[in-house]
């Protein structure tokens, strides 16, 4: 069985104000003998009136206090991301340059696809899905080319509101933090940390993901023929469900979301196309060993450059019908 699947190619001054000692010709400590100074008596009828109206002064009237100055919804964070005064990461787009992914499309069980699609997508008649892995290079401006390993698993749908085709990511295993965190919180990428294997060896390509002592994926292909790369291809999109748990107790999610982005400057420098052996296994949070592998129906080893533009959100779940 064949299929043209293919994936696109990969997710002033101190803070602290100083102050200076009152000093006689520059000295930290004064040694000037202390002086009695009058003070005004708390049971004064004046000092309870420069409390009350120091205490308006810098909180406004009861009627005062209560309204949102005009304009501050508006307001924007310093950076981007938190912490604010200094981000942890940037605003898209985002340059991945020289990435080298395997990807493997198989078969599955409708039962899996349908468990694993959320609505409104619909999942492929075919039921096939997809794992992939690789190094992956973003530039990051303020440090350089920023090197990690990646592997994701997806399935091929169709966004049943608009009959647009495209790819809903299922989870994704990363090593490092930095993409972890900026994939999930700008767009909803399902990343999560493990232990990533990934080698080439004279055109031989092994792989794995290990998590909490559970090997989850474990794969390796061949690179079989050089293919020529297609030029003009359209680019499908991929879905992720967006989801921000709320800090209140027994409360909806405060954010949920299907959103949708789509890579883009996609160039493809190498392809080709593989043998391959897939496994997945179950671990204590991950239960990949419910997607039953029936059959290897395609794979390609690639080299190629993408960049990680702004999404769209799609679907509210939160909005009332």
Not at 21 to 27: I, Q, T
Not at 199 to 226: D, H, Y
Not at 261 to 277: F, G, H, Q
Request: charged content about 20%.
């Amino acid at each position: 069985m064949k299929s043209d699947f293919r994936l696109d190619h990969r997710p002033s001054g101190s803070y602290l104000d100083s102050t200076e000692a009152e000093s006689d010709g520059g000295a930290g400590l004064s040694c000037r003998p202390p002086t009695r100074r009058k003070t005004m008596s708390t049971k004064h009828p004046m000092f309870c009136f420069c409390v009350v109206a120091l205490l308006f002064s810098v909180m406004g009237s009861p009627a005062q206090a209560q309204e949102t100055p005009p304009g501050a919804a508006k307001q924007m964070p310093a950076g981007y991301s938190m912490p604010s005064l200094f981000p942890l990461y940037s605003a898209p787009p985002v340059q991945f340059r020289d990435n080298r992914i395997i990807a493997i499309t198989f078969k599955t069980t409708p039962e899996v696809v349908r468990e694993l699609v959320p609505e409104p997508l619909l999942p492929n008649p075919a039921n096939l899905m997809f794992v992939y892995i690789g190094s992956l290079n973003f530039e990051n401006p303020p440090v350089g080319r920023f090197n990690y390993l990646e592997a994701g698993i997806g399935v091929p749908v169709i966004f049943s509101n608009t009959k647009a085709p495209g790819y809903y990511a299922v989870c994704l295993y990363l090593n490092k933090a930095l993409p972890i965190v900026a994939g999930r919180e700008i767009y909803g990428w399902p990343k999560k940390d493990a232990e990533i294997t990934f080698t080439e060896k004279e055109g031989e390509i092994s792989a794995r993901v290990e998590r909490f002592g559970t090997v989850l994926l474990s794969m390796s292909g061949k690179r079989q023929k050089n293919v020529e790369p297609g030029r003009n291809q359209r680019q499908m999109p991929w879905f992720v469900q967006k989801i921000i748990p709320s800090a209140r107790k027994n409360a909806p999610p405060d954010v949920w979301q299907l959103v949708s982005s789509t890579n883009v400057d996609n160039i493809t420098k190498e392809l080709w196309n593989c043998t391959a052996m897939l496994e997945l296994q179950t671990g204590p949070q991950d239960p990949l060993g419910n997607i039953k592998v029936l059959e290897i129906v395609s794979a390609q080893f690639s080299v190629g450059d993408f960049a990680m533009d702004y999404g769209q959100i799609i679907h509210d779940y939160l909005l009332k019908k």
